[in-house]
RNA sequence: UCCUCGAUAGCUCAAUGGGCAGAGCACCCGGCUGUUAACCGGGGGGUUACUGGUUCGAGUCCAGUUCGAGGAGCCA
C-alpha cells in the first residue's frame, strides 16, 4: 500500500494538486451512492469538491461509513486529486479518490436539505443557512467588497478612523435611532460617522470610518436592515465634482476587484459577468432638475395605472423608490443624480452660489434598479450659513457646538460620502434581497438568530 | 403606520361546493461502478398557527389574535 503524505490543501486550490495525494478537513454537504460507489460533496470553506468512495479502494468499515454518514458531519479524507469533467463542484472537475475517511463528528439530522426551503425557514435557521453554497458565495464576495474597499482608500491616502458607534444625539436630526441606556443619561446607536469624521479631515486631511449603522426605520422592503455596514470617505479641500471623480473610481475598483478574485462565487450566484465588466469611469451625471424631468417622461409612456401612480413626482420631493427604480433602468452604469433641494436633504449640505433652494449633493445609484448605494456632498464651511441651517431646522444648537467648532478654526472647502456595504454587493452579486447580503440580517421583525 | 398575501408531516406543497389529511423530498431498510436536487422497491412520521363561533360534520365557512412575507411610506 503507498504511504499518502499529509498535507493540509484547501478545495479551491486543488488544480495545484492533480495525481497528488491531498488530505482535506472539512464537512459533508450531500451524498448520494450507486452501488459501489459513494459520491460525497465535501465543503471546507473554501469551495466544495467532489469526494468518491470507491468500495475496493477502501476498506469494508470505511465503505459503510461513507454509505451512511449525514450531511453535514465534519470529516477528513485523503486521497489522490483527479482531473474528471464530470466531477460538479466549486470550481468543478476536480474530484477526490478517497483512500482514508475519518469522521470527525457524525452529525444529527440536518434541517436544510440541498431542496427548496421557505424564507421563513431560512432566517430562523441563518447560523446553518451561510453554509449553502448560494449564502456561501455572498459572504464571500461581500468579504471582497469589503476588502476591495479598504485596498483603494489605504492606497489613495485615506485614514482610517473609528467613529463612535454611541452618540449623544442625533446626528443628522433625518432618522429615527435606537435608544440605549448609557448610565443616567440616554446615548443612541450611530447612524453615521460623517459629523466626526469632519473633525477628523482638519487633522489627517483625507479618512474614512467603516464600521456597522443603525437605523430604526420600520422599512419592511427588499433594500433595508436596521444594521448595515457603510463606509464614509471624508476629504479635505475637495469640492462635489472632485468627489464624484473618487466615487466612480472607488466603486469600479470594487467591481473589477470582484470580477478578477470571485469567479468561482459569481459563478455560482448566476450572476451575468457582462452587466459588470463595463463599469469603468466616468459614471453618467445627471441633475435633480433633469431627472425629475426623465421621470415624467417616463410617467407619461407608461400605460400601467399603477405605475402611473408611483412615478408621480414634483420638485422638490424626494425619490422613492419607484423612480430610483425607473430612472436607474435608462442606464446600464451606476448613475449620479445631484443637485437636489435642500429641503429633503441634510442640513449640513452646500447651497449653490446662485441657486441656494438645490445643495451640492450628489446620489450613486446602482444599475438594475438596484438603487441608491452611495449619498454624499460638500459640506457647508461657512459657521454662520451652519448655524443658520441647524437652527431653521429646529436642530437643537448645543449639541452641535463642537461641529460648528470646526467651522471656526481654518475652515475649507470639504466633502464626503457613504457607500452602503449591503446595497453594493446586493446589486454586484445580482441578488434579489439585501438580507442575504450580511452573515446574520437584522430587519424590523428579525433580532433572531 | 397603510395595502396585499400567507401559516397543513422535519422541509416544499396538495386536499372538487363543508364529508376517511395526501404527495415529493429528508430520515430508516434493500438494489445498482459515474451520481450531478440520481434512480428503483419498502417503511415510520400529523394538536391542519392560536382562541372562539356556525354546522350532524370544519384543514375548508365566520370573527378575533399571533407570527411571517411582498409592496408603499420612511430611509442608505
Request: aromatic share 10%; charged share 25%; proline share 6%.
Given at each position: 500500500?503507498?504511504?499518502?503524505?499529509?498535507?493540509?490543501?484547501?478545495?479551491?486550490?486543488?488544480?495545484?494538486?492533480?495525481?497528488?495525494?491531498?488530505?482535506?478537513?472539512?464537512?459533508?454537504?450531500?451524498?448520494?451512492?450507486?452501488?459501489?460507489?459513494?459520491?460525497?460533496?465535501?465543503?471546507?470553506?473554501?469551495?466544495?469538491?467532489?469526494?468518491?468512495?470507491?468500495?475496493?479502494?477502501?476498506?469494508?468499515?470505511?465503505?459503510?461509513?461513507?454509505?451512511?454518514?449525514?450531511?453535514?458531519?465534519?470529516?477528513?479524507?485523503?486521497?489522490?486529486?483527479?482531473?474528471?469533467?464530470?466531477?460538479?463542484?466549486?470550481?468543478?472537475?476536480?474530484?477526490?479518490?478517497?483512500?482514508?475517511?475519518?469522521?470527525?463528528?457524525?452529525?444529527?439530522?440536518?434541517?436544510?436539505?440541498?431542496?427548496?426551503?421557505?424564507v421563513?425557514?431560512?432566517m430562523?435557521?441563518?447560523?446553518?443557512?451561510?453554509?449553502?453554497?448560494?449564502?456561501?458565495?455572498?459572504?464571500?464576495?461581500?468579504?471582497?467588497?469589503?476588502?476591495?474597499?479598504?485596498?483603494?482608500?489605504?492606497?489613495?491616502?485615506?485614514?482610517?478612523?473609528?467613529?463612535?458607534?454611541?452618540?449623544?444625539?442625533?446626528?443628522e436630526?433625518t432618522t429615527n435611532l435606537f435608544?440605549?441606556?448609557?448610565?443616567?443619561?440616554?446615548?443612541?446607536l450611530?447612524q453615521t460617522?460623517?459629523?466626526?469624521?469632519?473633525?477628523?479631515?482638519?487633522?489627517?486631511?483625507?479618512?474614512?470610518?467603516?464600521?456597522p449603522t443603525f437605523r430604526a426605520e420600520k422599512s419592511k422592503t427588499r433594500r433595508h436592515l436596521t444594521e448595515f455596514w457603510m463606509?464614509?470617505?471624508?476629504?479635505?479641500?475637495?469640492?462635489?465634482?472632485?468627489?464624484?471623480?473618487?466615487?466612480?473610481?472607488?466603486?469600479?475598483?470594487?467591481?473589477?476587484?470582484?470580477?478578477?478574485?470571485?469567479?468561482?462565487?459569481?459563478?455560482?450566484?448566476?450572476?451575468?459577468?457582462?452587466?459588470?465588466?463595463?463599469?469603468?469611469?466616468?459614471?453618467?451625471?445627471?441633475?435633480?432638475?433633469?431627472?425629475?424631468?426623465?421621470?415624467?417622461?417616463?410617467?407619461?409612456?407608461?400605460?400601467?395605472?399603477?405605475?402611473?401612480?408611483l412615478?408621480?413626482?414634483?420638485?422638490?420631493?424626494d425619490f422613492g423608490s419607484p423612480h430610483e427604480t425607473?430612472?436607474?433602468?435608462?442606464?446600464?452604469?451606476?448613475?449620479?443624480?445631484?443637485?437636489?433641494?435642500?429641503?429633503?436633504?441634510?442640513?449640513?449640505?452646500?447651497?449653490?452660489?446662485?441657486?441656494?433652494?438645490?445643495?451640492?449633493?450628489?446620489?450613486?445609484?446602482?444599475?438594475?434598479?438596484y438603487g441608491e448605494i452611495?449619498g454624499?456632498?460638500?459640506?457647508?464651511?461657512?459657521?454662520?450659513?451652519?448655524?443658520?441651517?441647524?437652527?431653521?431646522?429646529?436642530?437643537?444648537?448645543?449639541?452641535?457646538?463642537?461641529?460648528?467648532?470646526?467651522?471656526?478654526?481654518?475652515?475649507?472647502?470639504?466633502?464626503?460620502?457613504g457607500?452602503g456595504?449591503e446595497r453594493?454587493?446586493t446589486?454586484?452579486?445580482?441578488?434579489e434581497h439585501i438580507r442575504e447580503a450580511i452573515?446574520?440580517p437584522r430587519t424590523i421583525y428579525r433580532l433572531?438568530?
Open positions: 500500500m503507498r504511504i499518502l503524505a499529509r498535507m493540509d490543501t484547501i478545495i479551491r486550490d486543488l488544480h495545484r494538486h492533480v495525481g497528488h495525494p491531498v488530505t482535506i478537513k472539512g464537512w459533508l454537504y450531500n451524498r448520494t451512492d450507486k452501488g459501489k460507489l459513494v459520491f460525497m460533496q465535501v465543503r471546507d470553506g473554501s469551495g466544495i469538491c467532489q469526494a468518491v468512495v470507491f468500495k475496493r479502494d477502501v476498506d469494508e468499515a470505511t465503505f459503510e461509513t461513507a454509505l451512511r454518514l449525514p450531511q453535514e458531519s465534519s470529516l477528513i479524507i485523503t486521497g489522490e486529486v483527479r482531473a474528471d469533467p464530470r466531477a460538479p463542484g466549486v470550481p468543478s472537475g476536480f474530484e477526490i479518490g478517497v483512500r482514508s475517511l475519518q469522521v470527525v463528528q457524525r452529525a444529527e439530522e440536518y434541517p436544510i436539505t440541498p431542496k427548496e426551503h421557505g421563513d425557514f431560512l430562523d435557521h441563518r447560523h446553518l443557512w451561510i453554509r449553502s453554497t448560494r449564502q456561501w458565495a455572498l459572504l464571500r464576495v461581500r468579504a471582497t467588497v469589503m476588502r476591495a474597499i479598504r485596498q483603494w482608500l489605504d492606497s489613495n491616502g485615506y485614514v482610517e478612523m473609528s467613529t463612535p458607534i454611541l452618540t449623544p444625539s442625533a446626528a436630526g435608544e440605549v441606556g448609557y448610565f443616567d443619561q440616554k446615548a443612541y450611530a460617522g460623517q459629523l466626526y469624521n469632519e473633525a477628523n479631515i482638519f487633522a489627517f486631511g483625507k479618512v474614512y470610518c467603516f464600521g463606509v464614509e470617505p471624508e476629504i479635505a479641500y475637495c469640492d462635489l465634482e472632485h468627489l464624484l471623480e473618487i466615487e466612480e473610481q472607488m466603486v469600479s475598483y470594487i467591481v473589477h476587484t470582484v470580477l478578477t478574485e470571485n469567479q468561482n462565487e459569481l459563478k455560482v450566484l448566476g450572476r451575468d459577468r457582462s452587466k459588470l465588466e463595463h463599469i469603468t469611469p466616468p459614471f453618467p451625471r445627471i441633475t435633480y432638475d433633469e431627472a425629475i424631468a426623465k421621470i415624467k417622461e417616463l410617467q407619461a409612456q407608461t400605460d400601467d395605472e399603477e405605475q402611473k401612480q412615478l408621480d413626482i414634483t420638485w422638490g420631493m425607473a430612472l436607474t433602468q435608462l442606464y446600464d452604469k451606476p448613475l449620479f443624480v445631484t443637485g437636489f433641494p435642500s429641503a429633503v436633504k441634510a442640513f449640513y449640505m452646500e447651497p449653490y452660489p446662485d441657486r441656494p433652494e438645490v445643495c451640492k449633493s450628489a446620489d450613486l445609484l446602482a444599475p438594475e434598479g452611495i454624499g456632498s460638500e459640506r457647508i464651511s461657512d459657521p454662520e450659513l451652519l448655524l443658520k441651517r441647524i437652527r431653521d431646522q429646529g436642530l437643537p444648537e448645543e449639541a452641535y457646538r463642537w461641529y460648528i467648532d470646526l467651522r471656526k478654526f481654518g475652515s475649507v472647502p470639504h466633502s464626503g460620502f457607500l456595504v453594493t454587493v446589486w454586484i452579486c445580482g441578488t452573515p446574520f433572531y438568530p
